[in-house]
């Protein structure tokens, strides 16, 4: 699984880049008809008219996603999408309640991988292999979000993981842009002596807290310490958090970076996080793609000329610092689904030509269908070197046999330590406590 998904994000980086380098062609490559082939729906024009319900967890794109979907309902007029967008914090919570409730959810969202895993081991997803539309995606990124040789969900997008910098606030301290863990500390130390706040960081939303330490802590497990099966051992019982040095690691990595960020770190949330960091005086966030839209509505000066993006350097290794690029968004239908053939209808037009550049013009973040635009932002062509000489890995990989969920414990015994509570060695020892209590 781990060397088929590195091809796929590899073979599909490649070939949408250096698509968009030659003169913005985006004519879809003779693999797969880009323009979404029928699937075994067959034509839903000639049907009743039916509403399908549409659960998300990208809420913060509300209205976004509301454009894509007019676009698909204007051209499937007896076909309506009931939209639900959810809270990422509250979405598998109520998506798990509602589907075993019996709720009936024609299409939703899932991150591919062990969520997807779950949900099809619960008999809660059609099975998608071989349906038309699957052709308009690279063959291995087909392959490697497939669960037990089965595909469940479509591939929708994935974002790079990385740190978005002001580039005046750095170019007036005279900052490069950091390579190694010390020299992003060194810079954020300088920012902060010149009285402007390093790092935004909205934690009181627990999903940014654990999007960093689910990155930190397999990209250290992995390529610093050599531990790249550490979590599959956690979930066969074979390994403790005690036995993986990269675990004091990220809990001294996010110890710093609370104490870099701004004021009342666990009170702002991700919006009220963007907002600090758009109004110009905060020197660098972490985070994926999904600001873009925000930063260049409340800042266009910031977003046009000044915005910067770079690598996380989580290691002082510089050649282990590569660009983390992770699956993001996949969709899947009900298994319970009593409009099947508009459901697939909705999914072939996300995998379209079309379907994926209104995603990419709308959200800011990659698509995986062919041919789509790259065109994302101009902060985005900072990352272009990395892309181009294959300087990307993803760090989900390591978490991706991973059904246990040690990502609460852990968030919460970081917060602990922010307030003193505990040590880096109390955690480790809490969470493997945690562990012998929890693991199946």
């Known amino acids: 699984m781990k060397k088929w998904m590195s091809i796929s994000l590899g073979v ?8 968009a380098c030659g003169g913005g062609n985006n004519t879809p490559s003779a693999g797969g008809n880009a323009e979404g082939a029928p699937s ?3 034509n839903t024009k000639s049907e009743e008219p039916v509403t399908i319900k549409f659960m998300h967890f990208k809420s913060d794109f509300t209205d976004q996603i509301a454009k894509i979907v007019e676009q698909f309902e204007s051209e499937n007029p007896n076909i309506k999408v009931e939209i639900q967008p959810v809270k990422y914090d509250d979405y598998y919570t109520l998506l798990k309640t509602k589907l075993a409730g019996g709720d009936v959810i024609d299409v939703f969202t899932l991150n591919a991988g062990f969520n997807t895993q779950l949900f ?3 008999g809660y997803l059609t099975d998608l292999t071989g349906q038309p539309f699957l052709n308009n995606f690279d063959e291995s ?3 490697g979000q497939a669960t037990d040789g089965k595909n469940y969900v479509m591939p929708l997008n994935a974002n790079p993981i990385a740190v978005f910098y002001n580039k005046k606030i750095f170019k007036d301290l005279g900052l490069e842009v950091p390579r190694t863990y010390d020299a992003l500390i060194a810079a954020a130390e300088k920012i902060k002596a010149d009285g402007k706040t390093p790092f935004a960081l909205g934690w009181k939303d627990g999903w940014t807290m654990t999007m960093w330490n689910t990155r930190d802590l397999p990209s250290n497990s992995a390529l610093v310490e050599g531990q790249p099966d550490f979590f599959e051992k956690i979930e066969k ?4 958090f005690a036995d993986n040095p990269a675990v004091k690691t990220t809990i001294e990595h ?3 970076l609370f104490e870099l960020g701004n004021k009342d770190q666990l009170g702002v949330d991700y919006n009220g996080a963007v907002d600090l960091f758009a109004k110009g005086n905060v020197g660098m966030m972490y985070m994926g793609t999904w ?7 409340k800042n266009p000066d910031l ?25 993001d968004a996949s969709l899947a239908i009900g298994s319970k689904t009593e409009h099947k053939e508009a459901a697939l209808k909705f999914l072939e037009f996300m995998s379209s030509k079309e379907g994926g550049d209104a995603w990419v013009e709308n959200i800011k973040s990659l698509s995986y269908v062919k041919g789509t635009s790259t065109d994302i932002a101009p902060a985005i062509k900072d990352l272009q070197p990395y892309f181009d000489n294959g300087q990307t890995y993803d760090s989900q990989l390591y978490l991706a046999k991973t059904t246990i969920d040690w990502r609460a414990p852990f968030d919460q015994n970081l917060q602990n330590l922010f307030f003193k509570k505990v040590t880096p060695e109390q955690i480790i020892s809490n969470m493997d406590d945690w562990l012998s209590k929890n693991h199946k």
């Open 254 to 256: 996010a110890a710093k």
């Open 40 to 42: 075994s729906g067959g």
């Open 303 to 327: 977003y046009n000329n000044d915005l910067g993006y770079f690598p996380y350097p989580f290691s002082n290794d510089e050649s282990l610092n590569k660009l983390d690029f992770n699956a």
């Open 141 to 143: 990124v087909v392959k």
């Open 12 to 19: 599909m980086l490649l070939s949408t880049l250096l698509s």
């Open 120 to 122: 099809a081991d619960g």
């Open 291 to 297: 600001p873009l839209p925000d930063i260049e509505k």
């Open 237 to 240: 019982g074979q390994a403790k």
